[in-house]
């Protein structure tokens, strides 16, 4: 396929595939947080377990770990333009059985097909995009995808609070079918068919032991508190079929010589180290505004269109300290860039410790602004940490894993602290309400108390119950931070990403 010389000089068709890939990664990335402010609407429509909540995104984000590292090979194989519309069509049709569930099972079942679509659509998106571009420009187009994605997952809980407020919930999932449908038809039109000239081989058996071992462990954290841990029969298989696939997948590596991940990547110390720091901001990326919103929606009594509102500072400091990041002269040491960002992290979840049932709006904004910009810069920072002592051979391959370890922290992320939220509320409520009867309550107010004052108490108790287990995990994320800053110190200086 031709290639443009200039941004100012493409063709029609190529500002289409462009256009198309960016839609592309802006809707497959706001279909994660879509839902976030409407969860009230939805498990009260769904009826929905509290512990049942947390799946709604684990599961979308799971399964797109699952199905990314098959993107590349599919395209190669049978065309990318084949395989990004079938995509395309599979993730319209999981838009309209989540708009259409009925029951929470088939809700997360039509989320799960989502995220397998979206793994596929996220790295397709970008190739296309960087192949419609001219070579001058693919760091500049790099650069827009992602800022693409982030305004995806960081816009979706400002636009699906409005949505739901006015238009109901399902109308988070319908929205996505229009632009679904251009994006169909725009690759159907510019798009040429393109397939690698060699087959190549797929390592199937390191992506299904991969695969059990993710699968088993997401299970196991998304299920265990209902099914009271090992207590469970249930949870001793998912444990035993997480453990049995991480060991085979590591028993694979170590033996076998080719497979879908390049042994060389595991040989950068940069690349390596800066992939864990990466899954520890995922792990704080997406759990804070899964934490967030319900805490303005069902302790607060914000309504979900403010609930949404609320996030976008966040949102814009976070994309802001990004875009100002990758502006920074290459003379200054990249590695000072990671340790700022940490900084900022661990100084805004401090402050979110600080949050209190009678605070107004002020201190959510304050600490998510300082924490969005520290991910900002962090993300900026890690990323030419990584590349830049990588072969040039490794980065496609690189490009996945890195991404993978954030979308697999923001997935393990969600999923614990979810579990650490209710064993901490349900603890902070036993102590607090421990007391709680007729003839104690009595004897301190002095005199009688009815039993629906008594209940009304309670829901006060449970309030502040609830809050003292988000904070807990605000401190979770902050201790997590903290945990992986050491590696900085490990980093070579980073040298110009040729």
Known sequence: MSRSPALGDAT??????????????????VN?????????????????????????????????????????????RYGRKLVFQLSIAA????LVLAARAGTPLQFIAARVVQGAAAGFLGPMSMAILLDASPPARQARFSLVWTVTVLLGLLSGPSIGGWLSEYHGWPSLFYISLPIAAFIFLAIEVTL????????????????????????GLQTLLDRGERMEWFNSAEIWAEAAVSALGFYL????????????????LFKDRNFVLSSIMYFALGFVLLPTIALTSPMLDEI??????????????????????????????????????????????????????????????????????????????????LTKTAFST??????????????????????????????????????????????????????????????????????????????VGIIGQFEVMMIAMLIVSPLVLFLRKPRPIE
Do not use: C
């Open 12 to 29: 029609d068709g190529h500002r289409a595939i462009m256009i198309a890939a960016l839609l592309t990664a802006y809707m497959q990335a």
């Open 32 to 76: 994660i947080s879509l839902p976030n402010a409407a969860l009230l609407y939805i498990q009260g429509a769904l009826s929905m377990a509290d512990d049942e909540v947390g799946w709604i995104f684990t599961s979308y984000i799971a399964a797109s770990v699952i199905t990314v590292p098959m993107a590349r090979w599919l395209a190669g």
């Open 91 to 94: 993730f319209a049709v999981g």
């Open 192 to 215: 040429p068919e393109k397939k690698a000239e060699q087959k190549l081989p797929f390592d199937f058996f390191g992506l299904t032991t991969l695969s059990l071992g993710v699968i």
């Open 249 to 264: 997948y590591l028993v694979h590596v170590l033996t076998t010589k080719d497979h879908f991940l390049d042994k060389a």
């Open 300 to 381: 607060l009594n914000y309504p979900a269109d403010t609930t949404g509102y609320m996030a976008i500072p966040r949102s814009l400091a976070l994309v802001g300290a990004l875009i100002l990041a990758g502006r920074l002269p290459q003379r200054i040491d990249n590695r000072l860039l990671v340790v700022g960002g940490i900084v900022l992290i661990v100084y805004g979840n401090w402050r979110m410790l600080g949050y209190s049932p009678l605070m107004d709006w002020r201190p959510v904004l304050v600490a998510g602004v300082v924490q969005g910009a520290g991910l900002g810069i962090l993300m900026q920072a």
């Open 390 to 467: 990588l072969s040039p051979a490794l980065r496609p391959e690189g490009a996945m894993l890195f991404n993978l370890s954030r979308l697999y922290g923001s997935t393990i992320g969600i999923a614990l602290v979810i579990v650490f939220f209710y064993d901490n509320t349900q603890a902070m409520h036993l102590a607090l309400a421990k007391d709680l009867t007729p003839y104690r309550v009595a004897a301190h107010v002095g005199g009688s108390i009815a039993v629906p004052k008594l209940a009304m108490l309670n829901d006060a108790i449970t309030g502040q119950a609830a809050f």
